[in-house]
């Protein structure tokens, strides 16, 4: 067998070998006949058909009649009542009978209902194998069961004994032969399942037990988009790089493995965790999804941020296409913001971080230096911009992308990802664009989890690996929690639930066989029968298995009471020290004391089991192990044992190969060898012993590696211990603080301008306290504002200057009515003064030729044409001028003879009038006019006299 077993793997070896060869050729030499390349690819075909099926495994393909129940009579057969099988000609339920002991029921044919057939269709491709069994009553001769679908017919003649061999435990009383009936479907067939019943006697046959089982697709090796088997040294080619020694290439350090489908920049969402060489899947929980259905209402809990100087009329949301819609189109800097509430302290406390979860839709092409950033209670976390070489990233990862066309648009969804480290308190969420051009941006869901702790994990100290699962659940080998921890392969320990292979490093199932009710017509023919004595194998001389709890089993009742089998399994030729055995017994219920179940592995000393109770009895048991050939002899022993009542069987069938460490030729355990292969020290390491102290131990890639470049020392590429000097340690890693960049691994503060930044060149977000807004990358002045060196807080411009560089070093003016700019001079217009309540150069007042305001008092020159000068703020009338209407009016030169008879009497602070008492009186009207001119006679002296002094 160990001779076999060689040459079948050097004849695979050498398959691959020609495959890589023809590959070779066929590159090399263009020129090959035509009928000689065909044959060449039939071949490599063929070889590769047969390998894949050799290697691949059984499962199953459908089940019928395998659950004990009991039926109901209907007459729609379009239900459970018996399992969906109805009478040959009507949808009537099929015909049963219902046993007491054991309590169930058996469809059964016979002369009345000679015929059944299954309610749906259904397709059995080439190569599947039935099975089932058929329990036989009354009297048959040469008579026939006769199962059918589409074209194919497989046809069981029978010939009942003189006395059935069974008289109970099929059903009360009755008295019965079984059969297992099995065969291989040999092409492709579509239809209902029927059977049908041809006999002249009065025979009946129940039917129990339908198995189809189907030979799987063979599973390839992650990095492998062809193979020969599953093993990572079984490729044939490579989703990336060809392969050496028939194992591909991992990916550059830059780049990540995506399980069959190669190498991408990141893992995507449902994939983050890196492992192994691989994008693994995480089970992440979702705390909170915004939002599923977007629309007038989901909007209203959303906030437009508006861009002040692009006051946006798009429609709040927009329809993307494929049903999709997108809240936006958000264009230069408007965005959206939202008031999370949803997460709090104590319904968080389980969470490694937070993980958000972004998918975007932008309208056409982001423009150069243009991006969209991603805030948490007003501070920059993340972003998204474009550069030369495309849309880049800063804190946040592409999970995936695509393009379409739609609606003149070109469409691009970006499916973004980032874990933050924050305190368990509600917060604002912003995303805001900072954009030119026809560019847009749209959101379609937000999504926040538990970040890098796993579903129903209760603690985390470690990312993606958790520590203590909800009650109920239990941690397994890859940091997630899962349901129960009951399969036949796995233990509790603790709160981890341990598998068979996880028990001691370096081990690997060899085998696992009799789990399910596939029937594996590979393992099969590997069990082989040395001996037997009384009676076995009631169901049919090689049918050696049955079916216990929903179980394929090897033996079991009607198959195995006295006989010894053995397999010999094949192990690689890589050095091993231990295997471990196990499976489980089945005793029948009337087993007797004296018998037992004896098994024996390679030389060691048999091992001798009797019945215990009525439960299955467990074997566990582990051997030392060194060669390539494992023997394992398994004898239900019993002068007394028969296949109804007093059988064996067993199930679980596991075998477990503890191999010794990697590059080790000779071991006594998995920490101790005996003797070393060479191999290149420097590019392969074997433990973190072997690390320097800023590396971690890659036991997948057998190497160390370095730590995250901001880290001193680290458990592995995305868990800091501790931080080198300038960054400060996180749940996340070691990062800088807000207002810093890393820059050749030290935190280097941003430009005083900026808030935060990229570089020392790249701001991402800016203070509005300062006045400043972000612009391609910078932080520059709000309009009305100028940047001094000394200061970062932009200063006020003269507030005619729109733009300046000085306070009234003015670029452009305002928009004011009869403003000019003069050189670098923003100002009213000559004539004009700038009223606040007005925001406009108004016309000065009447009397000013210029002004500071436009009131009597807000003059700075006269108009000398109109006979005034300034006397303080105010233009007057000239001496010699007095103000009539407005008007500077000449003063009066009035002589009168009547007047003579007035005395004027003109001082500084007074005037008097004294009449002549010697005047005879003065009629009114005569006075009214001496009244007048006297007026305006005292006005002129009074000015003539203010003039004087104020000249003086």
């Given at each position: 067998?160990?001779?076999?077993m060689?040459i079948?793997?050097?004849?695979q070896?050498q398959?691959?070998?020609?495959?890589q060869?023809?590959?070779s050729n066929?590159?090399?030499?263009a020129?090959?006949?035509a009928?000689?390349?065909?044959?060449?690819?039939?071949m490599f075909?063929?070889?590769?058909?047969i390998?894949?099926?050799?290697?691949?495994?059984?499962?199953i393909a459908n089940?019928f009649?395998t659950s004990?129940?009991?039926y109901?009579?209907?007459?729609y057969?379009?239900?459970y009542?018996t399992?969906?099988?109805c009478e040959a000609?009507?949808?009537?339920?099929a015909?049963f009978?219902t046993c007491?002991q054991p309590?169930?029921?058996?469809i059964?044919?016979?002369?009345?209902?000679k015929?059944?057939r299954?309610?749906?269709?259904?397709?059995?491709?080439s190569?599947?194998f039935i099975?089932?069994d058929l329990?036989?009553?009354?009297?048959?001769v040469n008579d026939?069961?006769v199962?059918e679908?589409?074209s194919f017919?497989?046809?069981?003649s029978?010939?009942?004994?003189?006395?059935y061999?069974?008289t109970?435990?099929?059903?009360?009383?009755?008295?019965t032969?079984?059969?297992t009936?099995?065969?291989?479907i040999?092409s492709?067939?579509?239809?209902?399942?029927?059977?049908?019943?041809?006999?002249?006697?009065?025979?009946?046959?129940?039917?129990?037990?339908?198995?189809t089982?189907?030979?799987s697709?063979i599973i390839?090796?992650p990095?492998?988009?062809?193979?020969?088997g599953?093993?990572?040294?079984?490729?044939?080619?490579?989703f990336?790089?060809?392969p050496a020694?028939?194992?591909?290439?991992?990916?550059?350090?830059?780049l990540?493995y995506?399980k069959?489908?190669?190498?991408?920049?990141?893992c995507?969402f449902?994939?983050?965790k890196f492992?192994?060489g691989?994008?693994?899947?995480?089970d992440?929980?979702?705390l909170?999804?915004f939002?599923y259905?977007?629309?007038?209402?989901?909007m209203?809990?959303?906030?437009?941020?508006?861009?002040?100087?692009?006051i946006s009329t798009?429609?709040?949301y927009t329809?993307?296409?494929s049903?999709?819609?997108?809240?936006?189109?958000?264009?230069?800097?408007?965005?959206?913001?939202?008031?999370?509430?949803?997460?709090?302290?104590?319904?968080?406390?389980s969470t490694?971080?937070?993980g958000l979860r972004?998918?975007?839709?932008?309208?056409?092409?982001l423009?150069?230096?243009?991006?969209?950033?991603?805030?948490?209670?007003?501070?920059y976390?993340s972003?998204?911009?474009?550069d030369?070489?495309?849309?880049q990233?800063h804190?946040?990862?592409?999970g995936s992308?695509?393009?379409?066309?739609f609606?003149s648009?070109?469409?691009?969804?970006?499916?973004?990802y980032?874990f933050?480290?924050m305190?368990q308190?509600?917060?604002?969420?912003s995303?805001i664009g900072n954009?030119?051009?026809?560019?847009?941006?749209?959101?379609?869901?937000?999504?926040f989890?538990?970040?890098?702790c796993p579903r129903?994990?209760?603690?985390?100290d470690?990312p993606?690996?958790c520590?203590?699962?909800?009650?109920?659940?239990?941690?397994?080998?890859?940091?997630?929690?899962i349901?129960s921890?009951s399969?036949?392969?796995?233990?509790?320990?603790g709160?981890y639930?341990q598998e068979?292979?996880d028990?001691?490093?370096y081990s690997?199932?060899?085998?696992?066989?009799?789990?399910?009710?596939?029937?594996d017509?590979d393992?099969?023919p590997?069990y082989k029968?040395l001996s037997?004595?009384?009676?076995?194998f009631l169901k049919?001389?090689?049918?050696?298995y049955?079916?216990?709890?929903s179980?394929?089993?090897f033996?079991?009742?009607?198959?195995?009471?006295?006989a010894?089998?053995?397999?010999?399994?094949q192990i690689s030729?890589?050095?091993h020290?231990r295997?471990?055995?196990?499976?489980?017994?089945?005793?029948?219920?009337?087993?007797?004391?004296d018998?037992?179940?004896i098994?024996?592995?390679?030389?060691?000393?048999p091992?001798s089991?009797?019945r215990q109770?009525s439960?299955?009895?467990f074997?566990?048991n582990t051997?030392?192990h060194?060669q390539?050939e494992l023997t394992?002899?398994?004898?239900?022993?019993?002068v007394?044992?028969?296949p109804?009542?007093?059988?064996?069987?067993?199930?679980?069938?596991?075998?477990?190969?503890?191999y010794?460490?990697?590059?080790c030729l000779q071991?006594?355990d998995q920490?101790?060898?005996?003797?070393?292969e060479q191999?290149?020290?420097?590019?392969?390491?074997?433990s973190?012993?072997?690390c320097?102290?800023e590396?971690?131990?890659?036991k997948?890639?057998?190497k160390c590696?370095s730590?995250?470049?901001?880290?001193?020392?680290?458990?592995?590429s995305?868990?800091?211990l501790?931080?080198?000097p300038?960054?400060i340690l996180?749940?996340?890693?070691?990062?800088?603080?807000?207002n810093q960049?890393?820059?050749a691994?030290?935190?280097?503060?941003?430009?005083?301008?900026?808030?935060?930044?990229?570089n020392s060149?790249f701001c991402?977000?800016?203070?509005f306290?300062k006045y400043r807004?972000?612009?391609n990358?910078?932080?520059?002045?709000?309009?009305?504002?100028?940047?001094i060196?000394?200061?970062?807080q932009c200063q006020?411009?003269h507030?005619?200057?729109?733009?300046?560089?000085?306070?009234?070093?003015?670029?452009?003016?305002?928009?004011?009515?009869?403003i000019?700019?003069?050189?670098?001079?923003?100002?009213c217009?000559?004539?004009?003064a700038y009223?606040?309540?007005l925001k406009?150069?108004?016309?000065?007042?009447?009397t000013?030729?210029?002004?500071f305001?436009?009131?009597?008092?807000?003059c700075?020159?006269c108009?000398?044409v109109?006979?005034?000068?300034?006397r303080?703020?105010?233009?007057?009338?000239?001496?010699?001028y007095?103000?009539?209407?407005?008007?500077c009016e000449?003063?009066?030169?009035l002589?009168d003879?009547?007047?003579s008879?007035?005395?004027?009497?003109?001082?500084?602070?007074?005037?008097?009038?004294?009449?002549?008492?010697?005047?005879?009186?003065?009629n009114?009207?005569f006075?009214?006019?001496v009244?007048?001119?006297?007026?305006?006679q005292?006005?002129?002296?009074?000015i003539a006299?203010?003039n004087?002094?104020?000249i003086?």
């Open positions: 067998m160990l001779l076999r060689k079948i793997s050097d004849l070896q398959k691959i070998q020609d495959y060869k023809t590959e066929y590159t090399k030499q020129p090959v006949i009928n000689d390349l065909i044959n060449i690819l039939f075909m063929i070889i590769i058909l390998i894949s099926f050799a290697k691949s495994q059984w499962v089940y009649l004990q129940q009991i109901q009579k209907s007459s057969c379009y239900n009542y399992e969906y099988f000609t009507s949808y009537t339920t015909n009978i007491q309590q169930r029921s058996f059964t044919l016979n002369q009345s209902f015929g059944i299954q309610y749906s269709t259904y397709s059995f491709n190569g599947y099975s089932f329990y036989f009553g009354g009297k048959w026939e069961v199962f679908v589409g017919q497989n046809k069981f029978y010939t009942s004994p003189d006395i061999p069974i109970q435990g099929f059903c009360d009383s009755l008295q032969d079984v059969k009936v099995n065969f291989t040999p492709y067939q579509s239809g209902q399942m029927k059977f049908s019943l041809s006999t002249k006697n009065a025979g009946s046959v129940s039917i129990n037990m339908i198995i089982s189907r030979k697709s390839c090796y990095s492998c988009s062809a193979c020969i599953p093993e990572q040294n079984q490729c044939l080619s490579c990336y790089g060809v020694n028939n194992k591909c290439p991992q990916c550059p350090n830059n990540y995506e069959n489908s190669g190498c991408k920049i990141n995507k449902e994939n983050s492992s192994n691989f994008c693994q899947a995480f992440y929980y979702s909170i999804l939002d259905y977007i629309g007038e209402v989901s209203l809990k959303w906030q437009q941020l508006y861009d002040p100087l692009h798009y429609p709040q329809y993307t296409g049903n999709n819609y997108a809240y936006g189109i958000f264009r230069y800097n408007s965005g959206i913001g939202r008031y999370i509430n949803e997460i709090t302290a104590s319904s968080s406390t490694y971080g937070y972004i998918q975007l839709q932008l309208f056409d092409n423009q150069l230096g243009t991006g969209i950033r991603f805030m948490i209670n007003n501070t976390y972003s998204i911009y474009k030369s070489q495309g849309i990233t804190r946040i990862s592409i992308q695509s393009q379409y066309s609606n648009y070109m469409m691009t969804t970006l499916d973004l980032m933050v480290d305190l308190y509600p917060f604002y969420f995303a954009l030119t051009g026809s560019s847009g941006w749209g959101l379609m869901s937000l999504q989890t538990k970040g890098l129903n994990c209760q603690m985390c470690v993606y690996q520590k203590k699962c909800y009650s109920g659940y239990f941690v397994n080998k890859d940091g997630n929690c349901y921890c399969s036949f392969t796995q233990k509790v320990v709160d639930c068979y292979e028990e001691i490093p690997k199932y060899l085998i696992k066989d009799f789990y399910d009710l596939a029937n017509q393992q099969y590997e029968l037997q004595e009384g009676v076995n049919g001389e090689y049918i050696h049955s079916t216990y709890n179980i394929r089993i033996g079991g009742q009607y198959v195995w009471s006295q010894v089998f053995q397999r010999i399994h030729n890589k050095p020290h295997i471990t055995i196990s499976f489980r017994i089945v005793f029948g219920p009337n087993f007797p004391s018998s037992r179940f098994y024996t592995v390679d030389d060691n000393a091992i089991n009797s109770g439960s299955p009895f074997i566990k051997f030392v060194t390539d394992v002899k398994w004898e239900c022993y019993g007394n044992n028969e109804i009542n007093a059988y064996c069987g067993f199930y679980n069938y596991f075998i477990v190969v503890h010794c460490q990697p590059y071991c006594t920490d101790t060898c005996l003797e070393w191999y290149d020290q420097v590019q392969i390491q074997l973190q012993t072997e320097q102290s590396q971690y131990y890659d997948f890639e057998l590696k730590c995250p470049s901001s880290c001193l020392t680290c458990q592995s995305y868990y800091c501790t931080c080198k300038t960054f996180t749940k996340l890693g070691c990062v800088c603080q807000t960049y890393d820059e691994n030290q935190c280097m503060n941003c430009p005083q301008q900026c808030e935060q930044c990229l060149s991402v977000n800016c203070s306290q807004t972000l612009m990358g910078q932080c520059v002045c709000l309009d009305g504002y100028y940047s060196p000394t200061n970062p006020r411009c507030y005619f200057c729109k733009t300046c560089s000085g306070y009234s070093q003015c670029i452009e003016c305002q928009n004011i009515n009869n000019e700019k003069v050189d670098s001079t923003c100002k217009k000559a004539g004009t009223q606040d309540s406009t150069c108004a016309a000065c007042h009447q000013c030729l210029t002004c305001k436009i009131s009597i008092s807000g700075l020159t108009n000398s109109q006979k005034r000068v300034l303080g703020l105010k233009c007057e009338c000239q001496p010699g007095y103000e009539l209407n407005n008007i000449d003063c009066p030169n002589e003879n009547q007047l008879q007035l005395l004027v009497i003109v001082t500084k602070n007074q005037s008097k009038i004294i009449a002549n008492p010697n005047v005879e009186t003065i009114y009207s006075m009214k006019n009244k007048m001119v006297i007026i305006h005292m006005i002129c002296v009074i006299n203010f004087v002094q104020y003086a």
